[in-house]
């Protein structure tokens, strides 16, 4: 079992930033890959962005050039800096972690509201 602990949501206005937090703990072998996906009310959850054990990352349209993820092997802790931020980004914002032997795992959910 992996339990997933998330902080650092919160409330700003546009333009500020936010720094999450992601931190695995349990019994784990290797994980693949971590990141973020967020999920506005009445909308699907979409891509934030994810980061392999190896260092590659990915990110989706919307936040390419404003948000920045990074990891830590050691910690088994993700990141995620997010600078200039829009009304737009307001959502739930989930951490993810996908092992070997595959299996996917979600943390609770964050609230990040972005006023305008």
């Known amino acids: 079992q992996v339990q997933l602990v998330e902080s650092g949501g919160g409330l700003v206005q546009a333009g500020g930033s936010l720094r999450l937090s992601c931190a695995a703990s349990?019994?784990?072998?290797?994980?693949?890959?971590m990141g973020w996906y967020r999920q506005a009310p009445g909308k699907q959850r979409e891509l934030v962005a994810t980061?392999?054990?190896?260092?590659?990352?990915n990110y989706g349209d919307s936040v390419k050039g404003r948000f920045t993820i990074a990891g830590d092997n050691a910690k088994k802790t993700v990141y995620l800096q997010m600078n200039s931020l829009k009304p737009e980004d307001t959502a739930v914002y989930y951490c993810?972690?996908?092992?070997?032997?595959?299996?996917?795992?979600w943390g609770q959910g964050t609230q990040v509201t972005v006023s305008s």
């Open positions: 993810t972690a996908a092992t070997m032997p595959p299996y996917d795992y």
């Open positions: 349990g019994t784990i072998l290797t994980i693949n890959v």
């Open positions: 980061i392999t054990s190896g260092g590659v990352t």
